[in-house]
């Protein structure tokens, strides 16, 4: 599910990703728990969200772009999965119809909430204002005379200029995260001692650092041989080298930030019982595929997802989800992460980000040139082709894609809210009281996770990737089409 601002099935969004895109995890899926972590809202993000989407165009079928999903699925007869001896059974001894907190607990949901928020905002201004501070007192010239002052070699200029620049933005929007951390410790979402989350900041840097530093280079490769359809050919520069990092993350980069085991060393019936699901929902991931993350050793987040592609793909359940949860809700929390494969989210998903990166590169283009012709001077920054210019074009993108959220979260919250109702139509039948065992997971998220019992509407418009928890555990208690003599939207069973 998509890297901003979402909820825990909302969290069923999260993924332990670097990069933070989680593929934009637009693709898949994106949460409220993204919703509660700091995004890095300077363009590094927004030009690998750029990049990344547009791989997938590439890949994409010939579907119409945006086109209401109605793929269902066709399953046979389903065999009951019921829970263990020693498991509680919630779902028939507190019946839950709407997301309720104690007291306490609403104050500090509430708070916690209103908090990130805050943060959020005060990022995207410490992103906007440092770039804008750099540009103005010509620290990024003088970062590019050093470069230049350094080397005559053009390409070498570039690996000092280009890493310099992202480390000292870095820097400067360190103290925001930090404060994110400490609110986090505060009320008890992280147990990430400062000394590992600091090693695994610097770890996300580096990573960022090579990253930004070979697109960076290619960038300016396309400005120097094409000044007027560089952004184009970038855009198709870049798919190959996405794609290898988009199958190579879950083996690679995740394994540098948890730690990663068969879930079947420790969770045999769990395992089987989701293969179950699966083979229902007509995905093919076979038992050495699923794996168990240890995030209870840095945060008390609750995920399942699936991630990676051919050979790389896989189910990763967090232990907290095990460990805080019933089996049954945990089955439902990987049922809505599998509607996101099943509904084509990923393939969909990239296709419209793709598009919308196109656009935005062009607009970027575009508005370069007219940045340049009245501030160049004043910036010393001279022409496209000057190595400061991309501190100019970091800004226009941060600009456009702040400005883009509502419409990318949009979209979002409706891919998530249909793999809501996959989830729900996926469990129906083999796991007992179903709609209950739904209701109960997002009650239990929302009190572990803090999730905001009622955010304002402009918050939910502009930052949210899925809908509140609040409406999405009403809708899975009250959705029952079998009862009403409906066809499940999804989800159909062969006779």
């Not at 007027?228 to 083996?251: D, H, K, N, Q, T």
Request: hydrophobic share 45%; with cysteine.
């Amino acid at each position: 599910m998509p890297s901003r601002p979402a909820g825990a099935l909302e969290k069923l969004q999260s993924q332990p990703h670097v990069l933070h895109t989680r593929h934009a995890r637009v693709v898949s899926c994106c949460q409220m728990k993204r919703e509660k972590r700091m995004p890095r809202q300077r363009i590094a993000y927004a030009l690998l969200l750029i990049v990344l989407s547009s791989i997938f165009a590439a890949l994409a079928s010939p579907y119409p772009l945006l086109a209401q999903e109605t793929r269902t699925v066709r399953t046979p007869p389903p065999q009951q999965i019921e829970p263990p001896a020693n498991a509680p059974d919630n779902s028939t001894t507190n019946d839950v119809n709407r997301y309720t907190l104690s007291h306490d607990r609403y104050e500090k949901a509430v708070a916690y909430s209103r908090a990130g928020y805050s943060l959020y905002f005060l990022s995207v201004l410490v992103g906007f204002v440092v770039l804008i501070l750099a540009l103005r007192f010509s620290f990024v010239a003088r970062i590019r005379d050093f470069a230049q002052q350094t080397t005559e070699n053009r390409f070498l200029q570039g690996l000092i200029f280009i890493p310099v620049l992202a480390l000292v933005l870095d820097l400067a929007d360190l103290p925001v995260h930090m404060a994110w951390h400490g609110l986090s410790l505060h009320y008890q979402q992280s147990v990430q001692r400062w000394g590992s989350w600091f090693l695994d900041w610097s770890k996300a840097v580096l990573i960022e650092l090579a990253f930004l530093s070979l697109m960076g280079l290619i960038l300016f490769l396309v400005i120097r041989k094409s000044p007027r359809r560089w952004w184009f050919y970038f855009w198709l520069a870049s798919l190959p080298i996405i794609l290898g990092i988009f199958i190579l993350e879950p083996i690679v980069i995740d394994p540098l930030f948890y730690k990663f085991e068969p879930l079947a060393n420790q969770q045999p019936q769990l395992t089987t019982d989701l293969q179950k699901l699966t083979q229902r929902a007509g995905l093919q991931i076979p038992r050495d595929r699923m794996f168990l993350m240890n995030a209870s050793s840095k945060n008390n987040e609750i995920n399942a997802y699936v991630t990676g592609l051919g050979a790389s793909k896989r189910v990763v359940i967090f232990d907290n989800t095990i460990q805080k949860l019933t089996p049954q809700e945990t089955l439902f929390i990987f049922a809505h992460e599998s509607g996101h494969y099943v509904l084509n989210h990923i393939r969909n998903g990239f296709v419209f980000f793709a598009v919308v990166s196109l656009i935005v590169l062009y607009a970027a283009y575009r508005l370069l040139h007219a940045m340049l012709a009245r501030w160049g001077t004043r910036w010393k920054v001279y022409g496209t082709q000057d190595w400061a210019a991309l501190a100019v074009l970091m800004l226009i993108l941060e600009g456009i894609m702040f400005f883009s959220s509502p419409i990318i979260n949009g979209y979002s919250r409706r891919q998530e809210h249909a793999a809501d109702v996959f989830g729900l139509e996926l469990i129906h039948g083999i796991v007992p009281n179903s709609a209950q065992v739904a209701a109960h997971a997002f009650q239990a998220l929302g009190e572990i996770d803090l999730a905001d019992p009622n955010p304002p509407a402009f918050i939910t418009f502009w930052m949210y990737s899925h809908p509140p928890l609040a409406e999405r555990l009403v809708f899975a208690h009250t959705y029952d089409p079998w009862r009403k003599n409906r066809k499940p939207k999804y989800v159909k069973e062969e006779k």
